[in-house]
Structure formats: structure tokens, C-alpha cells
């Protein structure tokens, strides 16, 4: 079972609309290395995991939970990236004065990005190809899937650190310093749980080799810590720590830890409406609807409540 709290794991900082950028970052989504794939590999590996290695499971689905919080976060990056580019300013509800107000959309490297996700992210790569669950690896035999988990987690810090480099807007820079930040605690993970079973990667770890902190994004995250924790989004329990603790693979002096959740959430931005997309969400007529919906809901549940006490399946969990 999954809970969803309406957080980000980290925040989306403000810069100018680039359509570009946004390109780019759709390989971090939905490319054969990008977080979509990270994602649903390691949520069936943990699905399908068998035997008794609870600390490998644990450890496969606690990455699995944040990849989750990943899809979100580059996706809601991506979709701040095109927000707003083609520059329209008409009233809410309006339809667009100027015939041509998309104009700029088709000289873009994705024009799918305002024709079928109306200045949102899409699940494509940066060519446009559609996500593939042939991506996916769940080999069943656990020192192969950490291996490949390895592999993939590398594969898709090489590819950030190139995307970081391609762009200068801030909106961009920070969602993906995060994430190769992010990627490098992943690599030490299954890094740790191959040692565990007899496997060094002291030597070859990080890939890639560089000095992250000439990113200042990077640093300052490191500064903090982040590359070094785990977390195991697990309301019941979770054996993580006996894999992801002590000496970091990565063999400088540093050391890990597991902790339940991150230290701090963020606020998740609801995308505004956009007329020249046709998206403007509810017009007035079905919010009047919805607003006399919400109105009647409460006050019969009011009622309900006041002949028969409180809902007993209201309490929190």
C-alpha cells in the first residue's frame, strides 16, 4: 500500500520559461536511464522479490519509494520550464485574441510539448520516443539486479551531470543537481549490498569520476549531508540499516546513514490555467457545481454526525 503526501522532496526554484531545458530533462524522465525507469525497476524487483534477504528487499523498495517522488518532482520541474513560453497574458477562460499565439511551439525540439501535453512534461525521452517498460530489469537472481541496479543508477548520473552543463537556467540546474546527488547515494547503496555478498566496488565508484563540487548546486547539497543518506518510506518498519550504514563505498572517509523520510518537504506548485491550451480547468458553471457538491457533502456529513457521533473510520492511521 502507498501513501501520497502532497510535498516535494525538493524544491523547484524560478527562473525563466526554456523549452529547451525542458527537452533535455524529458531523457532524465523518460529515457532508457531516466527516473520512469528507475522507478518501475526497482518497484517489480521488490514486488517479485523472493526468498528471505528482508534487508536486500527493504533496501530495493525503500529507493523504489523515492524514485517515486522523483517521477514527480522532474515532471513538475519540466512542466515549470514550459509554462509560460509562448508569453500569452489573456484573462482566464478567455480564448487567445491572437490566432498565431502558439507560433513559437512548432520551432520547438518537442512541439508534443504544446500540442499534446499543453506546455507539460510528457512520458517520451528527449527524442520524443515513448517510455518503454522494456527498460525494465528484474533478472530474479538478486547479485545480477544489484548489479544492473548499479549499472543504471551510474548511467543515469553520467547522463545529469551532462544535462547540468547544457543549460544555465536555474530551474534546471537545481532539479538535477539534486537528483546527481541523488543517483550517487543510490550508487552507494547497491554498491553496500554487493559488498554484503562478497562484491568491492570501493575502487571503481562514483561513476562519473569528477569533483561534484565545481556544481555549486551539488556542494551545497553535499554540505548537507543528502549524498549520504537512505530512506525507507516505511510506515511498518524496515531493515535498510543493516545494509545502508557504516564506511561509504565510495571510500572517502564519509559515512551512511538510513533515516525513515528526508528532513524537509516542500510545497507541490499546481500548474496554472492556460487559455491559449484550451486548459483552463473548470469553468465558472462547473466549479459553481462543484463548490454546491462540497458545500452539500459537509453539511450532510454534518448531520450524519450530529445524529450519530462522530465517523470512527475518520480517525488518522
Sequence with gaps: MFYHVKNLIHPIVDDRPDPSAANALQEGLGGQFGEMRTMMQFLFQSFNFRGDGIPYLDLIHGVAMEEISHVELVTKTISKLLDGAPGYDGGKFDTPGDS????MAKEQQNPHHFIVGAQAALPVDAAGNPWSGSYVHNHGNLVLDLMDNLVLEATGRLQKSRIYQMSDNKTLRSTISFLIVRDGAHQMAFA????????????????????????PEVKKLMDAG????????????????????????ANDGSELVTLKEPKEYYPCPISPERPEEFAPGLDPELQKLADAFSEFKEKTLKDMEDKAGPNPRNKEI
Design 100 to 103: 498565431t499565439v502558439l507560433d
Design 192 to 215: 553496500k549490498a554487493l559488498e554484503t555478498l562478497g562484491v568491492d566496488w570501493a575502487k571503481i565508484l562514483p561513476v562519473p569520476k569528477f569533483d561534484e563540487t565545481q556544481f
Design 226 to 249: 543528502v549524498h549520504n543518506e537512505a530512506y525507507t518510506f516505511s510506515l511498518d518498519g524496515s531493515m535498510m540499516d543493516q545494509i545502508f550504514s557504516g564506511s561509504s563505498p
